[in-house]
């Protein structure tokens, strides 16, 4: 039995679970790559922002990256140090309390460059996002090279000499990816863009490195920065990938309310919603692991154990299948889902006036630490 099936009655009836264990075993992974490789890893927010948790996370790392200005001021004010910032477009409105908050600068275009940097005047370093024109992301939905994609300036864009405050390139063109993909992805990299290298001070590699999954090959990755440091003495390199840390770290612990058939289609309805809960089910689109469960491809439940599940808000799609379970579901039985805590807390949403899951954290010790619970209130705000 597990840390969490054990405790599992301290933990609200619909509630992110994140798990301490588990995410020291992400955070000693990444400290060790770092470390061995020589480069600074840093947290995305846009996977990952739980910042009642980040006592822990500066134990092992010591910044992070933003996409806006409230992820900057997270950085600053509730991690402690400023944020690696990059938008694909600054605001007038927003900029110079966006430079306040950050140690980097990085803009998509040069017209935006032309437009902020002078704002910026060696309060930060400034750096430019560049699109490689090469990705092996099968999911169009989050490839930011894609062709006519809005992110990066291509290398036939860029001028010869950079402009002088220009200290850095940031590159992003991974989801998910193992360190073979990284491998063969940097090459292409260098061939458009190395020529620029000795004009620069840091290179960042962005995220989608998912070094803490099973199956990645760590050494690769290791051996692969080594290997660029060895050609690249000067560059000081980052990654910043979101979903590596908070990987594996917890699930979404709901609960069955109501199961309804319809032409031999059993759905088992619970307390959450795909839509509002667990958007990257739809979006990707992946079939979640429920624990105890076994994904199946089914097309009617034959009176077998076989369930649709089905969400519990108004839109006709909320719904995902099919599992088979050992056993006849019942109402008010609990169903985990397992890996429900990077992208998936930041993503949320009140579609239908459905509440947000509670969210805490299980200590290593068992103690639950309930860090919010999300009332009417937190809607009503929203919509006023």
Request: charged share 25%; hydrophobic share 40%.
């Amino acid at each position: 039995m597990t840390l969490l099936e054990k405790n599992i009655d301290k933990i609200p009836s619909l509630c992110y679970v994140m798990e301490e264990t588990l995410l020291r075993r992400n955070l000693e992974l990444i400290r060790s790559v770092a470390q061995r490789a020589d480069v600074e890893i840093i947290l995305a927010f846009k996977a990952f922002a739980l910042w009642k948790s980040f006592p822990i996370f500066r134990e092992y790392i010591s910044h992070t990256t933003a996409s806006s200005l409230f992820e900057a001021r997270m950085a600053k004010e509730e991690f402690g140090s400023k944020a690696h910032t990059y938008s694909p477009a600054y605001t007038e409105e927003e900029f110079e309390e966006i430079v306040a908050c950050s140690n980097h600068i990085t803009f998509n275009s040069l017209s935006q460059y032309e437009r902020f940097a002078k704002q910026v005047q060696g309060r930060a370093s400034v750096g430019l996002r560049v699109n490689p024109e090469y990705s092996e992301i099968e999911t169009e939905l989050y490839n930011p090279c894609a062709p006519g994609s809005r992110f990066g300036i291509l290398a036939q864009d860029l001028p010869e000499l950079l402009p002088a405050d220009v200290k850095g390139f940031h590159i992003h063109c991974h989801c998910e990816s193992g360190s073979d993909v990284f491998a063969r992805t940097l090459s292409h990299i260098e061939e458009k863009f190395s020529k620029w290298f000795p004009q620069l001070q840091w290179i960042n590699f962005g995220g989608g490195h998912l070094m803490t999954r099973k199956d990645y090959d760590v050494e690769l990755l290791i051996k692969t920065l080594q290997e660029f440091h060895a050609r690249y003495p000067h560059l000081k390199v980052i990654l910043e990938p979101g979903s590596a840390f908070a990987w594996q770290t917890g699930p979404l612990v709901t609960k069955v309310v109501d199961i309804v058939e319809n032409a031999g289609v059993k759905t088992a309805i619970i307390n959450a919603s795909f839509t509002c809960h667990m958007p990257d089910c739809l979006e990707m689109p992946y079939i979640p692991e429920i624990r105890g469960a076994e994904i199946v491809n089914c097309k009617l439940s034959n009176g077998k154990c076989i369930y649709r599940i089905g969400g519990n808000s108004c839109l006709s799609g909320d719904f995902m299948g099919w599992w088979r379970f050992d056993h006849e579901l019942q109402i008010g039985e609990t169903l985990i889902f397992e890996d429900m805590i990077h992208y998936t807390t930041v993503k949320t949403n009140m579609f239908n006036g459905i509440g947000h899951p509670s969210i805490g954290m299980l200590h290593e010790d068992g103690t639950f630490e309930l860090f919010r619970k999300f009332t009417y209130e937190d809607y009503r705000g929203r919509m006023c």
